[in-house]
Every structure is written in C-alpha cells, then in structure tokens.
C-alpha cells in the first residue's frame, strides 16, 4: 500500500509539473541560446511566449509594442525548442502595415512557404511597430514556445 | 487507507500546483508590496486605458541601443557622460529611485556596450541599492552580475542578463499596479540617453546625431502624456512634467515629414529597407538650444 501511494504521488508530481512546462514560457536556456546566435548584432530585447491552440480558428502567441529608430539596422531572430521550428512565425508590422496582409516583414514567407530563422530590417522612420509570435494558420497541435530577439546589427547605410 | 492516499496526493498536487507560481518567468512569486513613503500617485489612483498605457511605456527602447548606436558611430568612450553612481546614496523617495534606475540602467548599457568591465562593478552596486530599496530585488541577480564583470570573457552574458533585468523589472511593475514607477524607469533610460547623443552631437556635430535627436521629438510627444496621468495632485510629477515640457518646446520646432518611396519594401544585401522615410529639419541653432535645455534638464534630474 505505502508503494502505491508513493508512486501515485510522484506520477501526480510529475504530471504537474510536466503540464507546467509545456504551458509556459520558453526557459532563459533558450533565451539565452537564442540571444547569443545573432553573430555580432548586439542583444536588445528579447520576447518570450507560450503558444497554445484550443480551436483551429483561434489567435495564438502574443504582440508586443517596440520602438525602433530611423538609421538603424535590426535583426529579428525567431527560436523555438526542437520540433516547433516550422510551425511558428514572428512578424514585425504597424497599424497600416497589418500582420496579416501586408507586415514589414516575416520569417515565414507565405507565397514561397519558406521560413527563415531570422531577417534584418533597416528603419527608415522612428515610430512604434509591432512584433508578433504565433503558431501557423493550421499548427499548433501541441503546446510550445518560442523566443523572439531583437538586436542592433549596426547604423543603416542604405540610404 | 485509498483514501487516505489519495487525500494526501491531492494535496502534495496542489502544493506543487501552487508552489509553481513564478514558473512561467513572469516572477519570482514573491510577494510585491508598494513602498509606503512617499507613493502619493499609484496606478489605482489615476482614470487611464491601462493596457493602452502600458502598450506604450513596454515600447521604450532598450536601455543599451543609443550606445550601441554610439559605438557603431566610432565615437570614442567617455566617462563624463556617465551619472555617478554614489548620488543614489542621497534619493530617499521611490521616485527618485526609479528615475535613477533608469538612469543607472542606461550608463550601464553604456559602459557594457563599450566593454568597460572594470567600471561596472560601482554601476551593479548603485543599481542593486536601487532595486532593493523598491523591493525589486529579485529581479536583479547582482552576485551573478558581479561574477560576469569580472571576466572580460563573458561581457555578452553580462549585457544580456543585465538588459534582460531591466525588462524584467519593468514588467513587473506594470503588471503589479506600479506602472508609475515604470514610467520613472523608462523615463529616465530616455533623458539619459538623449543626454548622451546629445552631448556627443555637440563635441562631434553631424547630420546623423542630428537626425537622431530631432527624431526624439516623437518618443518624448508619446512620453509626456503618461506621466502627466500621474501628476495628479504629486509634485514630484508636476515637476518632471514641467521640466521635461521644457524640453519639449526646444523640440517642438523639428519638423518631421514622411515620405513614401515605393510600393513595398525592398531587399538589400539581404536586409528588408523600409520604403518610408522621416526626412528631418533642424537647425544648427535649434540643435544647439535642444543640447542646451537636455543637459540642463538631466543635470536637474540626477540631483
């Protein structure tokens, strides 16, 4: 009996805590990786979500606000753990450059169906845009992460 | 006796469930309290469209990307630029606190950018006062800061655990109703590194300096209407609005138009090239007096 209790307890841990990872954020490790594979641009921020699907129509990830300054080039990375690479997509895009149609740019290109880990962006206009970490329009069986980084490559000199 | 099992792995679950808390990086789990000496004005006590707000103050740049501009700029390191890191010793409310956090975070974006390790470690201490003095301790891991100072080696790893504990604590406290003292942070990341390109536009004038503060006449036109939600009846906000409307009418006079090039945006070298420009005007004497009125503005603040 005290056998079956002990094994009852450590398969309840195990199963909380297993539901536990897989419903958050990515971990710093990833953070960390993710940061330190922009070569020499340097880290600025970065963006953490979990990603979970309900239902097939339903928004994933999350947006978040960034200010970025004329004259600069930046490099949006996107990571995610093992597995998850080519379901999730981040998008850099503004109020009239919307997600959806017409963003600034993506690391999934829709009319190629091709994905990249990451793309630089020269601003030409300080203003705040958006950055966005979802799941594909038809992934996200399974509940993940992913990890946005943004980084400074350097003075634009794209004129 | 099954029962009893049961009752009891019922409750170790829920102990897990709820000792888990902070695991999704969101926190410590902590518990947060406001510091009671002088928080005249919290989030609770001011009429605003809170995510709105904070969709706004989480937008501010990072606390390292004017120096990391700087650099890029070939412009040589100077210490004078920086605040000194003992006149924490002398801010006893939170809002001076969180002010000179902000500072503080920006001149060690500075100094880490440039790789300045041997002076970081005066800029870790005046942080760590100031974090832990507005319970935000746990946010900032200063041993392991320390460690990472120490070593030439590791001056990435020191940069982002460093910039990724300023977004932390910010968080925090725009998710803990503390969104005033988020404001002060992003507030002072923003006068100090205005103050820096400021001071160099002005020791090494170029068009590109120029364009970069005539372009913080937007930054500052979306900083104001923020803290003005919290002036309410506090005069530590009263002030630092009035102070910074000060330098908002020296900015006032850039003029920033909009040009649209193409289409869409092209591909160069494999980077995206916005095809929408900001075309900025200024003049020298406008630029000299926008120097002018932010040194004043900073000197002001720090002391």
Known sequence: ?159 | MHKKCLYLALVCLTFVQFSCGGCDGSGSGDVDFIPSEDEVVTTSDVNYDAEAMNEVIASFSSPVEMAALLKDSDVPFSQKYLMDPDKVNGYTSSFKRALGLGILSADLGYLNVYSKTSMILDYLVGIRKLTESLTLGQFFDFQALKRLATSDDNIDSLLIMSVQSYHNMDEHLRNNQRSNLSALMVTGVWIESMYLVTQVAKERPNEEFKNTIGEQKGILNNLLPILKLFKGNDKHFADLVGNLEEVKEVLDVVKITVQVKDDLPVESEGAIVQNEESIVTVSDEELSEIITVTEKIRNKIIN
């Open chain 1, 1 to 159: 009996m005290k056998k079956l209790f002990i094994i009852l307890v450590f398969a309840i841990v195990a199963l909380a805590m297993t539901t536990s990872t897989a419903d958050a954020q990515c971990k710093q490790q990833v953070v960390y990786q993710c940061a330190t594979q922009t070569e020499k641009a340097i880290y600025l921020r970065d963006f953490n979500t979990k990603l979970k699907r309900d239902a097939a129509d339903e928004e994933t990830g999350m947006k978040w606000t960034v200010v970025l300054n004329k004259g600069t080039q930046y490099r949006f990375s996107l990571c995610a753990p093992d597995g998850f690479q080519d379901q999730v997509v981040l998008t850099l895009y503004d109020s009239e450059h919307p997600e959806n149609s017409k963003p600034w740019g993506s690391t999934y290109d829709k009319t190629t169906k091709s994905d990249r880990k990451s793309f630089d962006f020269i601003c030409n206009k300080t203003a705040m845009y958006y950055i966005s970490i979802r799941f594909k329009a038809g992934e996200g069986s399974k509940k993940a992460c992913a990890v946005g980084i943004l980084s400074f490559v350097g003075k634009s000199t794209n004129k």
